[in-house]
């Protein structure tokens, strides 16, 4: 019969005095590799969540051609459109920013409502959601500087 190293183990590090001290390497490695994955996730998931979200969107920038302020009523039957996320009027009434969905509408849906409504519009730009975002921050640093 061979001899067996298990079988006497637990007598062979008790006369040795190997004591078992904290965690295994093993352990230890999948602990650290889990901390890295989260913290990897906790910092790109949110951005990946905001680019999905925002990925179809593009901000379309009317003024009326007489520069009167827009009617609160038309804003407010712009924000109903469908595929339509915001609607808003610069700080002076003048401009009117739409924040669409493109597969959704476009200028010209916007524009069969402004030749319903019997007003001269002028489109001044279409651009990137994120894009005028970044272009807001940017433009907001150097005022303060």
Not at 8 to 13: D, H, N, Q, T
Not at 40 to 67: C, H, K, M, T, W
Not at 101 to 118: C, I
């Amino acid at each position: 019969m061979a001899w067996d190293p298990e079988k006497y183990r637990e007598k062979r590090e008790k006369v040795l005095g190997i004591k078992k001290r904290g965690i295994s390497f093993g352990s230890l490695a999948v602990i650290v590799s889990m901390v890295i994955l989260l913290g990897f996730a906790f910092v790109s998931i949110p951005g990946a969540i905001s680019y999905i979200q925002n990925r179809n969107l593009d901000d379309a920038i009317y003024r009326l051609v007489e520069n009167n302020a827009w009617p609160g009523s038309l804003v407010e039957e712009i924000k109903q459109l469908d595929g339509v996320r915001e609607a808003a009027q610069d700080t002076h009434g003048t401009r009117l920013v739409i924040t669409f969905d493109r597969s959704l509408s476009g200028p010209d849906t916007f524009a069969v409502l402004f030749e319903q409504k019997n007003l001269e519009v002028a489109l001044l730009n279409q651009v990137n959601h994120q894009q005028r975002q970044t272009t807001l921050e940017k433009e907001s640093e150097d005022e303060t500087l």
